[in-house]
């Protein structure tokens, strides 16, 4: 097992090496059809395993086209790793689609609209005080 220390090191470099893959490295056509960005990585304690979470901007069918090519390319993703990063095996990745940047963005414009509505009631209740 490797320490905590270790394990967030080889993240942040799985991250990062990913990250340089998909802006030059991935020649499928389907991962450039959305923008795709990694979000984050989560490796295993025995570094044998890596979740590489990726938020992915466009249409519904552009997101499912691209994770499609990443699910297919996870293979040269993995040799790359290999080549790239010094470990003693390089680790199975999975691609997971990564929608909590959605989900804030939906938050804070249900929280907007809800400070709108508000500011909306007050301004009637004073034309009402008023008259």
């Known amino acids: 097992m490797a320490t905590n220390r270790r394990v967030s090191r080889v993240a942040e470099l799985i991250k990062r090496e990913v990250s ?10 389907r ?19 890596a979740k590489i979470y990726v938020s992915i901007y466009g249409t519904e069918e552009a997101k499912a086209e691209t994770m499609a090519g990443l699910k ?4 040269f993703v993995r ?9 003693r095996r390089t680790p199975e990745v999975i691609f997971i689609e990564d929608r909590s940047i959605e989900r804030g963005t939906k938050v804070l414009s249900l929280l907007n609209q809800l400070q709108y509505q508000r500011s909306q009631e007050t301004d009637d209740d004073d034309e009402q005080i008023s008259e």
């Not at 340089?20 to 056509?29: A, H, S, V, W, Y």
């Not at 040799?79 to 470990?87: F, H, I, P, Q």
């Open 31 to 49: 991962v450039g059809t959305g923008m795709v960005s990694v979000t984050d990585v989560d490796v295993s304690g025995d570094l044998q395993h």
């Open 20 to 29: 340089q893959m998909l802006l030059n490295g991935i020649k499928d056509d």
């Open 79 to 87: 040799s790359e790793l290999g080549a790239r990063v010094r470990l």
């Open 72 to 75: 297919s390319a996870t293979g």
